[in-house]
């Protein structure tokens, strides 16, 4: 079976899923991403990834809260 990578992922989960926050780990531990790509996690404010060693930044607009990632080239 083939393993397909990606220059951008972006993830939109529902806020009350169970788990989000292993998200990022799922992306990166799977290397779903090329060297240079984004993963981007929609979510709400009780969420904080800014611990994780690929978080970029984080943009807030109105509730909405998008953390973004980079895996490292």
Do not use: C, T, W
């Given at each position: 079976?083939?393993?397909?990578?990606?220059?951008?992922?972006?993830?939109?989960?529902?806020?009350?899923?169970?788990?989000?926050?292993?998200?990022?780990?799922?992306i990166f531990?799977?290397?779903?991403?090329?060297d240079?790509?984004?993963f981007?996690?929609?979510?709400?404010?009780?969420?904080?990834?800014?611990s994780h060693?690929?978080f970029m930044?984080?943009r807030?607009?109105?509730?909405v809260h998008?953390s973004?990632?980079?895996?490292k080239?």
């Amino acid at each position: 079976s083939s393993h397909e990578k990606f220059d951008l992922i972006f993830a939109d989960p529902p806020y009350d899923m169970e788990n989000i926050i292993e998200i990022p780990e799922i992306i990166f531990n799977g290397d779903h991403l090329n060297d240079g790509g984004l993963f981007i996690l929609e979510h709400s404010k009780k969420y904080n990834f800014k611990s994780h060693e690929s978080f970029m930044q984080e943009r807030i607009y109105g509730s909405v809260h998008f953390s973004f990632f980079e895996k490292k080239k």
